[in-house]
Each structure stands twice: as structure tokens, then as C-alpha cells.
């Protein structure tokens, strides 16, 4: 099956029971996230079924602003999928990024580096076009699918069982939809994980005493690369969304309003963070402003019985590696094969889905840390000696990194993007 045939036709007649209506599809996947849409897409090509049950209405999920940077891997993933239209127009390749500490710009150059090329591309754009092609396709994608509960998770133990998921549809319908397998693309406050039995996944985290002030502006990038900036006053970061949009941020506290955040004050703290001598930060126009928490968290395992997780579902990343996106893909990629092995009658890629997953996934968690350490002000747990001890540490590590080719290759091939790991 091409991208241009509907996909994702699970029955939609079904048949009514006292409690409801019975349906079946093959895959059921639980948000709409890129995650989850991103699954359907893949598998839809591969003519295997699949149904997106999302709990919130269409105009939310578009609506909501993340991530920025797209890894090569993720970019050749959609290429090779064919949902790369609008990326490769909006997409812009950029070759590295800079770091900053006391006012010196250095520029890590990844194409010299390591050959390989970041693109920033904004989650929303990737989340607007992989909704548009679902639609465009006629895809079984429904939104405020509300009180969705995965059942008979276990049935992979039992033979000839199938899985299901009931859900209750827009028109008020209890639907109970049979399935081989359910995926969990439904984030970090999902369902999926929690339906885990007790004592089958444990969770490793780490919560940050810091945040980050995230604005979008109506002013053209006052940078060609990204810049990471180390500043006393903390982390500052100029990223951007197009050519006439600039995506910044600053470190503050994770309690801090952002009612205690004027235009104004932002502008002057971007302006002391960020600046450089000779360097201009051109001012505009803030159209919207928020406060995103930070944290580390990773689960033990990606699957139980005929469950698996995908994405934020499984873990979570600080930003500033860039790495959440990534990762959401990264996985999607594995499982996608997995399972599309699976129809093929190959179940090692699902067996070893999970290891496989995590193996990747514990490197990126390593880096994401890394580059948060060396780049935030540790605020003072009640020892400012040893917040200045940190601070001139970071200073230490980043003057080594910039000085360093070898630490160079290492921040390059890691932020350029680990390989995606294949299924067999
Ligand atoms: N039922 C149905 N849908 C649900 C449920 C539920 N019980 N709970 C959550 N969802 C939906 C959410 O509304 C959301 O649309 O699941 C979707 C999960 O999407 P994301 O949070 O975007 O997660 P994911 O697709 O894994 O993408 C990871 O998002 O947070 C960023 O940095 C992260 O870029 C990364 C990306
Ligand atoms: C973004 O553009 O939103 C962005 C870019 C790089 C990061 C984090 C966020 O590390």
C-alpha cells in the first residue's frame, strides 16, 4: 500500500453488545502526538491496520508549541516515508551551533566535525502536516477519544487472546476496540504506563531545581546557528522557528510566575545572557510566553504483555540536548519494523524491542544531562561556595570543549544524533 491509499480502516460498523459497540483493528494507538501519528503512518504504508485514539480535541493537539530540532536520522525517517513535504520547504539545515560563556561565542561545526547536519523544524509544523496527511488519507484518527482503558493487556501470554481498548467516542459512544497490539504514544501523563501491573515497571528520575522561559517572537533570528549561552544570571538560548520567527529561552525558577515576566524584562535578560561584544540581539514582538518544568525520567521496561510505550510514555529529557523529538522517533522507528516483522512472522524485533529502545535511550539521557549540567547555574542548596565551585567547573568544562577537537566529535555526534537502532 502507497501513502496515497487510505489507511488505517479498522471496522467501523462493529457490533453493538449491552455495553457498547465492538470493533477490532490490528494496532491501536493510544495520542496523537508525533509519537502516535508518526506509527500510523508507517504502519498504514505497510498495509497493516491501526486506529489513533487521542483524548483531546484537533485544535489543542496543533496547538501546542514544543521542540525545535530535528536529528538527520529523524529527517531521513520522514523522507523515506514521504512526509517530508513541508519540512524540506519550512525545514532549515543548520551545520552547528554555538556556546557561550562569559560573553565568547564559540561555533562547533558538526558537518566538519562528524558530516552529519541538524534541521530545525518546529514539533508543531511536524505535528500540523503528519495531522493533514491522516486526514488527507482518510486515516481512523479520532480526537477527544475520552476515558480510553487499555484491557487484556496480558493476552500475549494467553494463545488466540487478542488485547482491547475501550474508549468512549465524541458522539458519547462506549466502544471496546479489539487489537493485537496497543501502543502507548500518550506522553508523559498517559494511561498507558500506569495500566502496567504493579511491580512490572519501576521509574528512574531526576527532577531539576531550575525551568525554562520558553517565548516565540515576531522578529527574524538575530543568529544563523544556535546559540547555548552559560551566564551568570543563568542559561540563555536563541533558537528560531523560520526565517522571520525566533524561538529563545532562559533559565528561571521552576516556582517562578509568568506573570512576574514582562516583555521588557525578558528582552534585557535575552540581552545580558546572550550578549557579545559586536553582536546584536534584534528585538520584537512576543507572541507567546511560558514556563516549561524540566526533567529526567526513564521506565524500566517499554512492554508488557501486548503493550508497548513510544516517546514521552517511556521517558523524558531535559531540553537541551534537543533530544525529546528525536527520541519519540527514534523509537517509533524500531517499533514500526518490529511490527511490521511481526505480520511478517518475525517476532524478535518485538521481543527485543524494549532492550533496544532503552540501550539508545540511557546514551541520550547521558547527554541531555550533560549538556544541562554544564550550561545552568546550579542555584545554592544552601552552600553558595558550592554553587561558585560549579559554576567556574562548567566554565572549566566548557572552555575544554571548545579547545578540544576530540570533545568536539563527541558533543557533535551526540547532538547530530546517535544512530537509530535497527529492529533485527
Ligand atoms: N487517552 C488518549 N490520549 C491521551 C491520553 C489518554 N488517556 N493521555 C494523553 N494523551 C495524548 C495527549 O493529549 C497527547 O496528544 O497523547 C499525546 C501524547 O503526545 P506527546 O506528549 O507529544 O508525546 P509524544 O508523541 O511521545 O512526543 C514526544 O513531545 O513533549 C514532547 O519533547 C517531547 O518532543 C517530544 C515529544
Ligand atoms: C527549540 O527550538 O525549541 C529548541 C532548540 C534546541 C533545544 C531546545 C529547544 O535544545
Not at 462493529?14 to 508518526?38: F, H, K
Not at 530535528?70 to 523515506?80: A, P
Not at 533570528?221 to 551566564?231: E, K, N, Q, V
Request: aromatic share 8%.
Amino acid at each position: 500500500m502507497t501513502s496515497d491509499e487510505s489507511h488505517g480502516q479498522s471496522t467501523e460498523a462493529g457490533e453493538s453488545t449491552a455495553t457498547g459497540v465492538r470493533q477490532s483493528t490490528q494496532v491501536a494507538i493510544i495520542g496523537a502526538g508525533p509519537a502516535g501519528l508518526l506509527l500510523g503512518h508507517i504502519l498504514g504504508q505497510a498495509g497493516i491496520d491501526y486506529r489513533i485514539l487521542e483524548a483531546r480535541d484537533k485544535d489543542y493537539v496543533l496547538g501546542r508549541i514544543r521542540a525545535g530540532v530535528l536529528e538527520q536520522d529523524s529527517v531521513d525517517l520522514l523522507g523515506k516515508y514521504g512526509l517530508d513535504a513541508d519540512l524540506k520547504t519550512n525545514g532549515l539545515t543548520h551545520h552547528g551551533i554555538y556556546l557561550q560563556h562569559e560573553g565568547e561565542r564559540h561555533h562547533i561545526d558538526f558537518a566538519e566535525l562528524t558530516g552529519r547536519t541538524v534541521t530545525v523544524y518546529g514539533q508543531q509544523a511536524l505535528v500540523h502536516h503528519l495531522v493533514a496527511e491522516h486526514e488527507r488519507l482518510g486515516s481512523q484518527l479520532i480526537f477527544e477519544a475520552t476515558d480510553v482503558q487499555p484491557t487484556k493487556i496480558e493476552s500475549a501470554q494467553i494463545d488466540g487472546e487478542r488485547a482491547s481498548v475501550a474508549y468512549t467516542a465524541p458522539n458519547g459512544e462506549r466502544i471496546t476496540l479489539d487489537c493485537d497490539y496497543i501502543i502507548g504514544a500518550d506522553g508523559y501523563h498517559g494511561v498507558c504506563r500506569r495500566t502496567f501491573p504493579e511491580g512490572t515497571l519501576e521509574v528512574a528520575e531526576r527532577v531539576y531545581d531550575f525551568a525554562w522561559l520558553g517565548i516565540l517572537a515576531d522578529v527574524a533570528p538575530s543568529t544563523d546557528d544556535l546559540i547555548y549561552a552559560l551566564h551568570r544570571d543563568g542559561f540563555a538560548m536563541h533558537s528560531m522557528r523560520s526565517t522571520t520567527v525566533s524561538r529563545l529561552y532562559l533559565q528561571v525558577s521552576p516556582d517562578d510566575d509568568i506573570a512576574n515576566w514582562s516583555d521588557e524584562r525578558i528582552w534585557e535578560a535575552l540581552q545580558t545572557r546572550l550578549g557579545t561584544e559586536g553582536w546584536t540581539l534584534t528585538e520584537g514582538p512576543i507572541t507567546e510566553k511560558s514556563i516549561l518544568p524540566m526533567r529526567s525520567f526513564v521506565v524500566s521496561t517499554l512492554n508488557y504483555g501486548r503493550l508497548y510505550l513510544v516517546g514521552d510514555a517511556g521517558h523524558i529529557v531535559p531540553p537541551t540536548g534537543a533530544k525529546g523529538l528525536n527520541s519519540a522517533i527514534a523509537d517509533v522507528a524500531l517499533l514500526a519494523e518490529a511490527l511490521q516483522a511481526h505480520y511478517a512472522g518475525d517476532d524478535t524485533g518485538l521481543e527485543q524491542y524494549s532492550d533496544k529502545a532503552l540501550d539508545r535511550q540511557w546514551k541520550v539521557q547521558h547527554f541531555s544531562q550533560w549538556m544541562t549540567d554544564m550550561l545552568h547555574v546550579h542555584p545554592a542548596d544552601g552552600s553558595a561556595e558550592q554553587s561558585a565551585f560549579d559554576f567556574q567547573r562548567q566554565l572549566g568544562q566548557i572552555r575544554y570543549v571548545t579547545s578540544s577537537h576530540a570533545a568536539q566529535v563527541s558533543l557533535a555526534e551526540q547532538y547530530a544524533g546517535l544512530p537509530f537502532v535497527d529492529a533485527r
